[in-house]
C-alpha cells in the first residue's frame, strides 16, 4: 500500500513530462527442446513503473506459471524482465502465455498479452564419436601422415627447440579433446597424450612422440632398461637436502645434485618414453634414486650387504615405486641411508609409517628365542630318553617275570607227578 501511495505520489510531480508508452514482449530461449531439458520464457517490460505481470505455462511440461506484481521505488519508467524456466516432460508443444496489465509514470495503464510455443521432440540419441579431425605440432611433419584411426605419431625437431605448439581438432562437435597447445620439450624423446572423449564418455588416446635431436647423446643402461643423460638443468626438479653442481661424463658438462651427508650424486636420466628420474651417479655407474620423505626422515633406498637371517625377499611398493624389501612373515624392512646424517640402518613399514628398527636387538631377542627352544627341545629329547629307557627296563623285567612263571610251572607239574 505504501509503494502504492509513494507510486501516486511520484505521478503527481511527473505531470507534464512525456514518457514513450509502455509495453511488454514474451520471448523463449528455445523454439525447440529434447523430452527431458529445461526450457525459459522471459517477459520484458519497457518504460514502465508499475506491473502485474503473469506467466503461465502449459502442454508437455509439469509447469512454471509464476506472477509478477510490483512498482519502481521512486515512481519512474524503467525496464524490466521476469523469467520463468520449466522441463520438459512429453512430446508435444509447450505453449507459454503473458497476460496482465502494465502502468506508466504518467499513469497510463494497457493490458498485455501474448504468446509463444516450444517444440518437444525426442531426445538426440549421444555420439560414440571419439575421433580427431586433425593433428600437426605447428611448424613441423608428424609422421605418419595423419589418420584418425592412427593412434601414434612421431615427429623431429632441432636440439634448439624448447616449445613445441600441438594443434588438433575434433570430428564430432559433442566430442571434448584435450592435449593441446604449447608445451615444453628437452634433449631426447618427449610424449604426448592427446585425448578425445566421446559424448558417451568413451576415451580415445592419440599418442605424440617429439625427439628433440640430440647430436651427441650420451645413452646408458640400467637394470636392461636404456636411457639417455638428462643435459639441460631446467628439465631436472632439485630434491631436498641436496645442492645443485655439475660433474663431468665424458666431454660434458652435466647437471647434478649433491648431499654432502652422505656423498651422494645425482643426474637425471630419460628413458625411451620420455620419462625423466633421479639416479646416483657414481664413477661410471648408475644406481636407481627411491626417495622416501616425511616430517621426520628422508631416506634413500639401498640394498644391504648382508642377508638377514629367518627372512625372505618381497617387494613394496612406495611413491608408486617397487622398492625391495624383507619380512619374516611379521615385520617388513627395508634398508636405507638418512640424508640428514648418513647412516644406514634398517626401518620397520607398516604400510603407513616408517620407523628404524633395530636388528642389534631384533638379533638378540631370535638368540634368546633360539635358546629357549633349544632348552624346550632339549628336554623333551631328555624326558623322551628316559620314558624309552623305563619302557625297555619294563619290557626286559617282563620277560624274567614270564621266564621265572615258567619255571614255576613246570615245577608244579613236576610235583603233581
Given at each position: 500500500m505504501k509503494k502504492f501511495l509513494l507510486f501516486i505520489s511520484c505521478l503527481c510531480f511527473n505531470i507534464g513530462i512525456v514518457y514513450a508508452a509502455p509495453s511488454a514482449s514474451?520471448?523463449?530461449?528455445?523454439?525447440?527442446?529434447?523430452?527431458?531439458?529445461?526450457?525459459?520464457?522471459?517477459?520484458?517490460?519497457?518504460?514502465?513503473?508499475?506491473?502485474?505481470?503473469?506467466?503461465?505455462?502449459?502442454?508437455?511440461?509439469?509447469?512454471?506459471?509464476?506472477?509478477?506484481?510490483?512498482?519502481?521505488?521512486?515512481?519512474?519508467?524503467?525496464?524490466?524482465?521476469?523469467?520463468?524456466?520449466?522441463?520438459?516432460?512429453?512430446?508435444?508443444?509447450?505453449?507459454?502465455?503473458?497476460?496482465?496489465?502494465i502502468t506508466d509514470a504518467s499513469g497510463n495503464n494497457?493490458?498485455?498479452?501474448?504468446?509463444?510455443?516450444?517444440?518437444?521432440?525426442?531426445?538426440?540419441?549421444?555420439?560414440?564419436?571419439?575421433?580427431?579431425?586433425?593433428?600437426?605440432?605447428?611448424?613441423?611433419?608428424?609422421?605418419?601422415?595423419?589418420d584418425k584411426k592412427t593412434s601414434e605419431y612421431s615427429v623431429n625437431v632441432p636440439s634448439t627447440v624448447s616449445k613445441i605448439n600441438i594443434k588438433a581438432s575434433k570430428e564430432d562437435s559433442y566430442s571434448s579433446i584435450s592435449g593441446t597447445g604449447e608445451k615444453e620439450v628437452s634433449e631426447g624423446l618427449n610424449t604426448f597424450d592427446i585425448t578425445v572423449i566421446s559424448e558417451t564418455g568413451v576415451s580415445n588416446i592419440y599418442s605424440l612422440k617429439v625427439n628433440v635431436l640430440d647430436q651427441n647423446p650420451i645413452e646408458v643402461t640400467v637394470n636392461n632398461i636404456k636411457y639417455t643423460v638428462v643435459k639441460e638443468s631446467k628439465n631436472l626438479?632439485?630434491?631436498?637436502?641436496?645442492?645443485?653442481?655439475?660433474?663431468?661424463?665424458?666431454?660434458?658438462?652435466?647437471?647434478?645434485?649433491?648431499?654432502?651427508?652422505?656423498?651422494?650424486?645425482?643426474?637425471?636420466?630419460?628413458?625411451?618414453?620420455?620419462?625423466?628420474?633421479?639416479?646416483?651417479?657414481?664413477?661410471?655407474?648408475?644406481?636407481?634414486?627411491d626417495e622416501y620423505l616425511t616430517k621426520r626422515l628422508t631416506l634413500v633406498f639401498k640394498t644391504p650387504s648382508k642377508r638377514l637371517n629367518n627372512f625372505t625377499s618381497k617387494t613394496i611398493t612406495l611413491n608408486e615405486k617397487e622398492i625391495s624389501?624383507?619380512?619374516?612373515?611379521?615385520?617388513?624392512?627395508?634398508?636405507?641411508?638418512?640424508?640428514?646424517?648418513?647412516?644406514?640402518?634398517?626401518?620397520?613399514?607398516?604400510?603407513?609409517?616408517?620407523?628404524?628398527f633395530d636388528i642389534d636387538e631384533y638379533n638378540k631377542e631370535q638368540k634368546d628365542k633360539d635358546l629357549k627352544e633349544g632348552i624346550i627341545y632339549g628336554l623333551a629329547a631328555l624326558s623322551l630318553g628316559l620314558f624309552l629307557i623305563v619302557i625297555l627296563i619294563l619290557v626286559k623285567n617282563k620277560k624274567k617275570l614270564v621266564a621265572l612263571s615258567e619255571k614255576f610251572k613246570d615245577n608244579d607239574i613236576d610235583n603233581d607227578k
Open positions: 514474451i520471448s523463449v530461449n528455445k523454439s525447440r527442446v529434447e523430452n527431458g531439458s529445461s526450457v525459459s520464457a522471459t517477459v520484458t517490460v519497457k518504460s514502465t513503473a508499475a506491473w502485474n505481470i503473469r506467466i503461465a505455462s502449459s502442454g508437455a511440461t509439469s509447469g512454471c506459471t509464476q506472477k509478477f506484481a510490483d512498482a519502481t521505488g521512486n515512481g519512474q519508467n524503467t525496464t524490466k524482465s521476469f523469467t520463468v524456466t520449466c522441463k520438459a516432460t512429453s512430446l508435444g508443444t509447450i505453449n507459454f502465455t503473458m497476460t496482465g496489465d494497457i493490458s498485455v498479452s501474448g504468446s509463444r510455443n516450444v517444440s518437444v521432440v525426442k531426445p538426440r540419441e549421444k555420439s560414440s564419436n571419439n575421433y580427431l579431425k586433425s593433428l600437426e605440432v605447428e611448424g613441423y611433419e608428424i609422421s605418419p601422415a595423419f626438479t632439485k630434491p631436498e637436502l641436496f645442492e645443485e653442481t655439475t660433474i663431468k661424463i665424458g666431454e660434458f658438462d652435466i647437471p647434478a645434485f649433491k648431499n654432502e651427508t652422505t656423498g651422494y650424486t645425482l643426474v637425471g636420466l630419460k628413458d625411451e618414453s620420455g620419462n625423466i628420474s633421479l639416479f646416483i651417479y657414481d664413477d661410471g655407474k648408475y644406481q636407481s634414486y624389501a624383507f619380512t619374516d612373515g611379521k615385520v617388513t624392512l627395508v634398508y636405507a641411508v638418512n640424508l640428514e646424517d648418513g647412516k644406514e640402518a634398517y626401518y620397520k613399514y607398516d604400510g603407513e609409517v616408517m620407523q628404524k
